[in-house]
């Protein structure tokens, strides 16, 4: 059985954090630590190293562009998930280039939500496919996949099951799910010629990861 997601919440408004919590807990996240402000927010993630922080983009004390790189520098293998209610370009480009892996507005859907957090968490990037189209000009920093998505694309190229896939890296079904299904929504990969179609086109050759082993 698939390890717990382990979860900071970061907004102003308690009742938000509550009703967060309350959507991820069923789906299998541990919510290991709240703030409302930046330092609090630095100071929980240093003590707490998440898998995931899900991050209000405006709090009291003002945006929270330039707390990015802190909370990434306390903990550098914490995925930042933004969850706002401002669906600015300006303001998805500039968490994106400060660090997040992930935007989504907070109108989104319950299952989006889950599967946005859950793809953060595994290492992947995810931003809401209408915040994605309106600002396409906006690049997903620092690369357009990460190395975790590269494998599983190369290996899903190669014609492996997620099972397989899975087995191969020493992740979850569950979590490479959420990364094919990250890849399917940012990138258009539904079918298998999709992929190998995007494997080659960025170099991922079809077999170039199958000797990459279980590490990252």
Not at 66 to 94: F, Q, Y
Not at 143 to 169: I, K, P
Request: no cysteine.
């Amino acid at each position: 059985m698939a390890a717990p997601v382990t979860v900071v919440l970061v907004d102003d408004h308690l009742t938000v954090r509550a009703g967060t919590r309350a959507l991820l807990e069923p789906e299998g996240f541990v919510v290991v630590g709240e703030a409302a402000a930046e330092q609090e927010a630095v100071d929980v993630v240093r003590t707490s190293r998440p898998d995931l922080l899900v991050l209000d983009m405006v709090l009291d004390s003002g945006p929270v562009l330039s707390a990015i790189p802190a909370l990434l520098a306390a903990a550098p293998n914490t995925g930042i998930l933004v969850h706002s209610m401002h669906e600015d370009a300006a303001l998805v480009r500039g968490a994106l280039s400060a660090g997040a892996s992930g935007y989504l507005s907070k109108n989104t859907s319950v299952p989006e939500l889950v599967l946005a957090a859950r793809t953060v968490a595994a290492g992947g990037s995810y931003v809401q496919p209408p915040l994605g189209a309106d600002n396409a000009h906006v690049p997903v920093p620092p690369q357009a996949m990460t190395s975790r998505e590269e494998q599983v694309l190369a290996l899903l190229a190669d014609g492996h099951t997620n099972r397989e896939v899975a087995a191969h890296l020493t992740l979850s079904v569950r979590t490479v799910e959420s990364i094919r299904a990250a890849l399917r929504n940012r990138l258009g990969l539904v079918t298998r010629a999709d992929l190998v179609a995007h494997a080659r086109s960025t170099g991922l050759t079809p077999g170039s990861h199958g000797s990459h082993g279980s590490h990252g």
